[in-house]
Nanobody
Framework: QVQLVESGGGEVQAGGSLRLSCAAS????????MHWYRQAPGTQRESVAT???????KYVDSVKGRFTISRDDAKNTVYLQMNSLKPEDTAVYYC?????????WGQGTQVTVSS
């Protein structure tokens, strides 16, 4: 059973920064890719950022230039550095890991950006 534990969420004013962490119970190199998703109330969960084992990254247009996904394989941890935060970034942020058999999800961490 894979466990993903997110941390680092909280409340911040617009323009501020937060760094989210996702610690995995398994070697993250065993996954095809690691992802960050978010879901705001009344909306569908959306993919925010992805990082592959090779280090290739991908971002949703709304966060490009502001968010950075990274990984520390030695710590089995993935990060999401979020800068220049906007009220519309307010959501529950989820870490996800994908292998050939399943997608695994963390419990989520709340990020609230006040104007």
């Amino acid at each position: 059973q894979v466990q993903l534990v997110e941390s680092g969420g909280g409340e911040v004013q617009a323009g501020g920064s937060l760094r989210l962490s996702c610690a995995a119970s398994r070697d993250i190199k065993s996954f095809n890719a690691m992802h960050w998703y978010r879901q705001a109330p009344g909306t569908q969960r959306e993919s925010v950022a992805t990082i592959t084992n090779g280090g290739t990254t991908k971002y949703v247009d709304s966060v490009k230039g502001r968010f950075t996904i990274s990984r520390d394989d030695a710590k089995n941890t993935v990060y999401l550095q979020m800068n220049s935060l906007k009220p519309e970034d307010t959501a529950v942020y989820y870490c996800a890991a994908v292998d050939f058999f399943a997608t695994y999800w963390g419990q989520g961490t709340q990020v609230t950006v006040s104007s």
